[in-house]
């Protein structure tokens, strides 16, 4: 089974501290894989997907193929990142979300 | 504005009285599907639909039906619904040949 895994429900750290949220993946072919983000009150949105390896919002995500990873970083984080992350596997038409990490950044 | 819309927003029940959750969106999107989000699980899918009377059933189908007649509604429907289905539900649609899913507000259901 194609699984995806966020090891960390809750991740608390001080403004300005580095961040990184650990997405671990089980996948037999090349993975598409993304992170969606929810603000509170707000509905899930894409942060960004591997293949276009950009940076939105100070966030960068690298595949690591040996490691079967794609953690979300953030060299500083800021308050108003604080919110739900979602690491997302694409399978065909479906997409398989992990448990999600709560991020809370404190001032 | 291109937008994915779920009604009702907020709905209590009781056990075993029928109802259905909307979903609608103005995309023109083929793909569709329902998620439940609960606590510690993360995101779970239900039912997904590829276009118009093709739907398939997701990670935790049981308790639910759905139905794909037009292209841009794909409502849940749970005919005898039970307190375990108490959770946020939310509707996501994404073009064929896009990579990016459009979710709904989500829709906060508790079955008593």
């Known amino acids: 089974a194609q699984r995806v895994t966020q090891p960390e429900k809750l991740l608390s750290v001080f403004k300005g501290a580095p961040v990184e949220l650990k997405c671990n993946y089980s996948?037999?072919?090349?993975?598409?894989l993304f992170w969606y983000v929810q603000y509170s009150r707000q509905r899930l949105q894409l942060l960004l997907r591997?293949?276009s390896r950009e940076s939105i919002k100070g966030f960068t995500a690298d595949l690591n193929k040996g490691e079967t990873s794609f953690h979300l970083k953030k060299p500083f984080a800021q308050e108003e990142d604080s919110a739900m992350y979602y690491c997302a596997l694409k399978e065909g038409g479906k997409l398989i979300f992990g448990q999600g990490t709560e991020l809370s950044v404190k001032p | 504005e291109a937008q994915v819309t779920q009604n009702p927003r907020y709905l209590i029940t009781v056990t075993g009285k029928k109802l259905t959750v909307t979903c609608s969106q103005n995309m023109n999107h083929e793909y569709m599907s329902w998620y439940r989000q609960d606590p510690g699980l993360g995101l779970r899918q239900i039912y997904y639909s590829m276009n118009v009377e093709v739907t398939d059933k997701g990670d935790v189908p049981e308790g639910y039906k759905v139905s794909r007649k037009e292209k841009r509604n794909f409502p849940l429907i749970l005919e005898s619904p039970s307190p375990n289905q108490t959770s946020l539900y939310f509707c996501?649609?994404?073009?064929?040949?896009?990579?990016?899913?459009?979710f709904g507000p989500g829709t906060r259901l508790t079955v008593t």
């Open positions: 996948y037999s072919g090349s993975p598409e």
């Open positions: 996501a649609s994404r073009g064929t040949a896009s990579y990016e899913q459009y």
């Open positions: 591997h293949i």
